[in-house]
C-alpha cells in the first residue's frame, strides 16, 4: 500500500530560525514527490517538484532534497518568517498505468513561526 | 491570469440532501481533482479526471458521491444523501498533465 508519512505532526519555531521538514514514502513506482504549503483556510500552493533523478530543487528560501534510494524527502526553510506558518504537504505520485497516476498525500506538518 | 475557481465557497444544507459542487478549471488545463479535506486532517484524494480518459474514482468514500466534468473543462462533485461525516472543505485541483496543480479556494460545506 502507497504511504507518505511526515515529521514532526506540529512544529513551532521563533522567527528567524531555520527548520526542516520530514517525508518518507513507500509509494511504487516512483513518478515525482512535490512539496505544497497551504495557509489556514486556502487551498495548497506548490512549493517544488522532483523526479526521480533530481536531488534537490530550491524555491526562494525552500530548499527540498530528494533521496530516492531511502524513500525520503526533506523541506528546509530557511530564515523563516511569520508568514511560513501554515501546513506543509508531502504529495508523491506513482505512475499507475499508460498516461495516469495515482497521488499519494501526507497529513502535513503544522509549522507556527512565532515572533 | 485567472485561477481555479469554485462554488460556492460555502454551503450549510440538512442532513439527507444531495449538494452539487462546482469548479471551473484553469483554461487548457488536461487533468482535474476534486480532494477533501476534514478539520485537522490531510488531503483525502476523491477522483481525478485527465483528458479523455476515463475518471479515476478510487478515491470516492461511497456511491453516495460522484463527479462528472462535461466538455473537458467545468466539474461537478455531487453528495446525494449527504450525511453529517461529508462535512469538510472540499478543494478541486488542475493541471497541464502531470505539472504542478493549481488549487481552488475550495467549498466549505457544513452538514446540519
Known amino acids: 500500500k502507497n504511504q507518505v508519512e511526515q515529521s514532526p505532526q506540529s512544529l513551532i519555531i521563533l522567527e528567524g530560525k531555520n527548520c526542516t521538514l520530514q517525508?518518507?514514502?513507500?509509494?511504487?513506482?516512483?513518478?515525482?514527490l512535490r512539496w505544497y504549503k497551504q495557509d489556514t483556510g486556502r487551498g495548497p500552493v506548490s512549493l517544488t517538484i522532483m523526479t526521480f533523478s533530481e536531488n534537490t530543487k530550491s524555491n526562494g528560501r525552500y530548499t527540498a532534497t530528494l533521496d530516492a534510494d531511502t524513500k525520503q524527502s526533506s523541506l528546509h526553510i530557511t530564515a523563516s518568517q511569520l508568514s511560513d506558518s501554515a501546513s506543509y504537504i508531502c504529495?508523491?505520485?506513482?505512475?499507475?498505468?499508460?498516461?495516469?497516476?495515482?497521488?499519494?498525500f501526507g497529513k502535513g506538518t503544522k509549522l507556527s513561526v512565532i515572533p | 491570469g485567472a485561477g481555479v475557481s469554485q462554488s460556492p465557497s460555502n454551503k450549510v444544507t440538512e442532513k439527507g440532501k444531495d449538494v452539487e459542487l462546482r469548479c471551473d478549471p484553469i483554461?487548457?488545463?488536461?487533468?482535474l481533482y476534486w480532494y477533501r479535506q476534514s478539520l485537522g486532517q490531510g488531503l483525502e484524494f476523491l477522483i481525478y479526471?485527465?483528458?479523455?480518459?476515463?475518471?479515476?474514482k478510487s478515491g470516492l468514500p461511497s456511491d453516495r458521491f460522484s463527479a462528472e466534468r462535461t466538455g473537458g473543462s467545468v466539474s461537478t462533485l455531487t453528495i446525494q444523501r449527504t450525511q453529517q461525516e461529508d462535512s469538510a472543505v472540499y478543494l478541486c485541483?488542475?493541471?497541464?498533465?502531470?505539472?504542478?496543480?493549481?488549487f481552488g479556494p475550495g467549498t466549505r460545506l457544513t452538514v446540519t
Open positions: 504529495v508523491v505520485s506513482a505512475q499507475s498505468g499508460a498516461g495516469s497516476y495515482q497521488l499519494t
Open positions: 517525508c518518507n514514502y513507500t509509494v511504487s513506482p516512483f513518478s515525482n
Open positions: 479526471f485527465q483528458g479523455n480518459s476515463a475518471p479515476d
Open positions: 483554461s487548457g488545463h488536461t487533468a
Open positions: 485541483a488542475s493541471s497541464l498533465g502531470q505539472g504542478k496543480q493549481y
